[in-house]
């Protein structure tokens, strides 16, 4: 009853909230003379092994800075700088500002042997990683995480595909947390919010298509920009059923040009999104304006929290002074503090650039254009082609012929340093020219896959991202091939660091002729075997083989079942290498399942634990 009551009060304040903006604009109550920007910085912290550490909390109060928060992992913070108006050297200012804070995080973090990584998606999370003790312990995400599940009504699916493809089903919202993102704000005149913001849409494409750095997930290769599809399933509230019907994702790039005032944002999100989280509010809104005091909007900004638009609406009091404000969400973190002020000054100069012609994106660009550009290079990256005004572009062509020459006038009219315009929009002409941060990340994963097991290659990447970003002012575009020294870094401890996971599985009904003679062709010694229902059930070895190859009279319709050695121990892939070496030594194995709850996961032999067994 009492949290109907709350919900029924946090409404009632919502809607006051939407009235109190709807005034503030009408009656110029916006801060419209002068243009500032802020940023929000998203690091990882990994272990002494390259691995997600879990001691966010200890780091945080080592920190002891208010610049610093949590994040839903306990390998995440976020820093969040000081708006700065945005003319002369307020880049220069933003970049030492976040340098100094995350060399204050760096130094932190080395009291617990941990270090501050900066990249889109660590490459060394795994799935152990995404259990409910990685979550940051906080009634807040608790309570986000049993929301979101009950709005989907179960756990959440992952579908994604790109070279590689993952299928996995989770029971929280912790694939969220593999995202980290430097976050990008601009505050925007009310009298040009709309065309500001489809504008912000309609480029969206493109800087994506120039900044991405997250194509790993589990040892996947996926998207370009994997965070993209990864933040819109893994907080998605959508349920499936078998009716046929349409619904808004809360992570999205919308679906059509904006239209009306920034109020007007707003009440489309009311109305298209459940309310997921409430709070207690003791002052209403509209009666603030009354006594001539200027409201936070707190409903209203706390709902707007959990819809994750990649171009997200805000408003925000600063001084004594309400504002608006464009946040840009989509560009990942990393891969250096220099590459992210070249998106960001590529990006605000853009936003300040734009032709007036472009005033109403409507009479110039179908939206769906606009949305699939976003979509395709967050699949494709630089290697992307592009709608761009009724033509098709490559992104090196739209970037340095169109976009960047509005870039640098957009810097002009902003009076911002020539040599810090020259230096930052710089380094993304290169970039594009030259190699992405994502082109680099796999390019090197495919060069150590031929050598090492995928995660000693996860860990030598990781290594090599801290190690690169520790040399100052090298941006992705200078970044050299990671060498493999052929040593394999003695990090790996759970034997889901070593398995083998793709397999080759047969049915329990399956022919026998036909299981052992793949077995041969393939030259493969251990095959587990799977039911009707997908759990292990039995293995098939050499040593089948043989005896069926001995049988005097071998019966063709023999099955996999009759053959199969059925009492097979397994591990857990969050089994200790050590001891499944115990194991395999004491039954004499030369193989091992490793299972999650029935089903098959991976798969160990003597060969992959040879290097670990000190005997």
């Known amino acids: 009853m009492r949290d109907n009551e709350t919900r029924i009060k946090f409404i009632k304040h919502l809607l006051s909230d939407i009235k109190a903006l709807e005034t503030m604009l009408k009656e110029g109550m916006i801060e419209n003379d002068i243009i500032r920007i802020g940023a929000e910085q998203e690091f990882c912290l990994v272990n002494d092994q390259w691995r997600p550490s879990k001691l966010s909390q200890e780091v945080l109060n080592s920190i002891n800075d208010p610049h610093f928060t949590t994040e839903l992992a306990r390998y995440n913070l976020e820093i969040n700088l000081d708006p700065v108006e945005l003319k002369s050297n307020c880049f ?10 995350l060399k204050k995080a760096a130094a932190a973090a080395k009291k617990h042997q941990n270090k501050v990584v900066l990249t889109g998606i660590l490459p060394t999370i795994g799935k152990k990683e995404l259990g409910f003790d990685f979550m940051t312990p906080s009634p807040r995400y608790w309570n986000l995480n049993d929301i979101a599940k009950e709005l989907r009504g179960g756990d959440f699916e992952l579908n994604l595909s790109g070279v590689d493809e993952l299928s996995i089903r989770h029971d929280s919202v912790l694939f969220e947390a ?38 790993l997930l589990l040892g996947r290769e996926l998207w370009s920009e994997t965070r993209i599809a990864l933040f819109q399933q893994s907080v998605d509230t959508r349920g499936s059923s078998r009716a046929l019907k349409d619904q808004q994702a809360r992570v999205t790039i919308g679906n059509q040009w904006a239209t009306g005032t920034a109020a007007d944002i707003f009440k ?56 608006l404000r464009i946040e840009n969400r989509y560009i990942p973190a990393g891969p250096t503090v220099l590459d992210q002020m070249a998106n960001f000054a590529f990006w605000v100069g853009l936003m300040k650039g734009r ?30 082609s592009l709608h761009w005004m009724g ?18 006038e957009g810097l002009k009219k902003m009076n911002i340093d020539k040599k810090d315009t020259e230096k930052l929009l710089g380094v993304i ?10 082109k680099w990340l796999i390019k090197n994963y495919r060069n150590l896959c031929k050598e090492l097991k995928k995660d000693d290659a996860l860990l030598t990447v990781t290594k090599g991202i801290y190690d690169n970003q520790q040399k100052a002012n090298l941006p992705i575009h200078q970044w050299p091939m990671l060498e493999n020294n ?16 793709r397999l080759f599985v047969v049915n329990e009904n399956d022919l026998a002729e036909l299981a052992t003679s793949v077995m041969e062709w393939k030259d493969i010694h251990h095959v587990p075997v799977e039911n009707h229902a997908g759990d292990m059930c039995g293995l098939l070895t050499s040593t089948h083989i043989e005896r069926y190859k001995k049988m005097e009279a071998i019966d063709e319709d023999l099955m996999v079942a009759d053959i199969m050695t059925k009492d097979v121990v397994t591990v857990q892939a969050d089994t200790k290498i050590k001891k499944a070496i115990q194991l395999m030594k004491k039954l004499e194995y030369g193989c091992m399942p490793v299972v999650q709850g029935k089903h098959l996961v991976g798969i160990i032999t003597i060969k992959d634990v040879i290097p670990f067994d000190d005997d």
């Open 486 to 501: 052929h040593e394999r870094p003695p990090t790996a401890h759970l034997v889901g660091h070593i398995m083998s996971t």
């Open 92 to 101: 220069s200012k933003v970049e030492s500002q976040l340098s100094a804070l």
């Open 391 to 408: 033509q098709r572009l490559t992104v090196a062509d739209l970037v340095t012929k169109e976009l960047l020459p509005l870039a640098y």
């Open 355 to 384: 032709p007036s012609q472009f005033d109403d994106m409507s009479n110039h660009m179908d939206y769906r254009d606009a949305k699939s550009n976003f979509i395709n290079a967050a699949r494709t990256g630089r290697d992307t």
């Open 178 to 215: 593999c995202n980290t993102s430097f976050q990008m704000h601009l505050q925007i005149p009310s009298f040009d919010f709309i065309s500001s913001y489809n504008w912000a849409q309609a480029i969206s494409g493109p800087v994506l298509s120039a900044c991405t750095n997250s194509p």
């Open 429 to 438: 002409e290169q970039r594009v020219k030259g190699q992405t941060a994502s």
């Open 268 to 323: 489309n999100d009311v109305a298209l999104y459940k309310l997921i989280l409430t709070k207690d509010i003791a002052v209403d809104s509209m009666d603030e304006l009354a006594a001539r005091k200027i409201p936070s909007l707190a409903a209203l900004c706390l709902h707007n929290g959990t819809i994750y638009r990649w171009n997200r609406a805000c408003y925000g009091v600063g001084n004594g002074k309400p504002h």
